[in-house]
């Protein structure tokens, strides 16, 4: 399996139908091989309902015991997942899937590759109310100040890994809630991955679920554990091999 294309979903039966069609079709003409796989993450509607009877053919459901959080569905994802390179995405496609093309070009030199709506604004096609992007910026200030410097925007829906990567950093993640992208990028900095910030074509959905003032102030304190959770890190384990490659178009 070359690619595993994740999409972590809580509640997303108005969309996930639409967005499992636009996989499919994205992905069928592709030369490489490739899975899609939706982690529920304990859905109180028909998510996962929906999800399974399009399962085959590439689609792929992985049930959550019960609602556990956005960042422990990516890390069942990444590490269930089967392909060489692993992708993530928000269910809701705010990231065109077509970047999907990009960001495997560039996953061929980088271990860990991330997309970003701050290096070049012109790429935000749709913007979020400005008061979620001014809260955004201050997040990121945060971030750069106490986790992880020099990345620009830690918080996009869109990430991608070698599978090496993926399952080094994944299997060492803690956090369940938003702030697991700033503790995967932490520990793929403390085991010296060589990380990629590139710009993407992004949409807001003003469907979006997360709540600019509660989910703010639980990142924010999720965001203050990062370095507790670690320490004492050791990056010994887990050797990475050379740089994985996908297979000749």
């Not at 636009?22 to 069928?28: D, G, H, K, V």
């Not at 309902?49 to 069942?76: C, F, T, W, Y």
């Not at 599978?163 to 700033?182: L, N, P, Q, Y």
């Not at 590139?198 to 807001?204: Q, R």
Request: charged fraction near 25%.
């Amino acid at each position: 399996m070359d690619l595993s294309f994740i999409i972590p979903a809580y509640n997303e039966a108005a969309r996930i139908e639409q967005s499992l069609a636009q996989a499919r079709e994205y992905f069928a003409p592709q030369a490489y091989t490739w899975e899609v796989v939706v982690v529920d993450d304990g859905s109180s509607d028909d998510t996962a309902a929906i999800v399974e009877r399009h399962s085959g053919d590439g689609i792929r459901l992985l049930r959550q015991p019960h609602n556990m959080g956005k960042g422990a569905a990516v890390r069942r994802g990444m590490l269930e997942g089967r392909g060489t390179f692993r992708i993530f995405s928000d269910a809701d496609f705010s990231t065109p899937i077509r970047e999907t093309e990009r960001m495997l070009k560039e996953l061929q030199h980088h271990d860990v590759v991330i997309g970003s709506r701050a290096i070049d604004s012109s790429y935000i096609k749709k913007h979020q109310p400005w008061y979620r992007e001014t809260m955004g910026r201050i997040f990121n200030l945060f971030v750069r100040m106490i986790a992880v410097s020099g990345i620009h925007d830690t918080q996009c829906g869109f990430k991608g890994f070698t599978a090496a990567a993926a399952e080094a950093v994944f299997s060492r993640t803690k956090i369940d809630g938003f702030s697991f992208d700033v503790e995967a990028l932490y520990i793929a900095r403390r085991l010296g991955l060589s990380i990629l910030e590139m710009p993407v074509e992004w949409f807001n959905d003003e469907r979006s679920t997360l709540n600019p003032v509660s989910d703010s102030i639980k990142m924010f304190r999720e965001l203050l554990r990062v370095r507790a959770l670690h320490r004492g890190f050791d990056p010994s384990p887990r050797p990475l091999g050379q740089q994985d490659k996908l297979p000749a178009a």
